[in-house]
């Protein structure tokens, strides 16, 4: 079982702030989750292969491929604004 002390000590290393309630909250449920570590540890799987998912999954990408875009008027069009022969962005930085 896990400790109130324990609960403190990994919010204060995560820079988190608990209320007495969220202490007591999250002491009961780590205390749940680390006793089902525990139901888990007792199964014996010797004989299973390590595997990082439960079910056969693959990625589907595409290969990047460079292509040159044959009508650059055409996607300037393309664009909400527009200064001469560039895309025109929202300023998002301070003068300072």
């Known amino acids: ?5 324990q609960v403190k000590k990994v919010a204060h290393l ?6 007495p309630e969220e202490e007591a909250q999250f002491t009961t449920q780590l205390g749940s989750i ?8 007792e199964l014996d ?8 998912r439960s079910i056969e999954i693959s990625n ?9 875009f ?3 008027d055409d996607l300037l069009a ?3 604004d527009q200064d ?3 895309f025109k962005v929202p300023k998002i930085l301070n003068d300072e």
């Open 78 to 80: 393309c664009a909400p």
């Open 1 to 5: 079982m896990i400790e109130k002390e």
């Open 60 to 68: 589907v990408m595409r290969v990047d491929q460079l292509a040159s």
């Open 34 to 41: 680390l006793d089902y570590f525990e139901q888990l540890s």
């Open 45 to 52: 799987t010797s004989d299973v292969q390590p595997t990082t």
């Open 70 to 72: 044959a009508e650059r």
């Open 14 to 19: 995560a820079r988190l702030e608990l209320t």
């Open 84 to 86: 001469g022969d560039f």
